[in-house]
């Protein structure tokens, strides 16, 4: 099957953008870090966040990110 152009711009579109949006949620998890430790903390593998709107939109991007990825191998 063929790999169209279009198809291949819109998928690096669309993961340059996912890239955006995990920034966004290591940077909130960094700021919810600090926030329990009560002052700078080295990540962590382990942080996590249980619900910020950050965390949400890059779940969601994920779900678009997916969708895109799998119209390529079409």
Known sequence: MPMYRG????AKAD?????GYCNEALSRLDQEAERSWG???PPSIVDSSF??????ALRRRS????????ELRK
């Open 39 to 41: 002052g700078p903390k």
């Open 63 to 70: 779900m678009d990110l997916t969708r895109t990825l799998a």
């Open 7 to 10: 198809k291949i711009e819109r």
């Open 51 to 56: 619900g910020s709107p950050e965390t949400g």
């Open 15 to 19: 993961a340059e953008e996912f890239i």
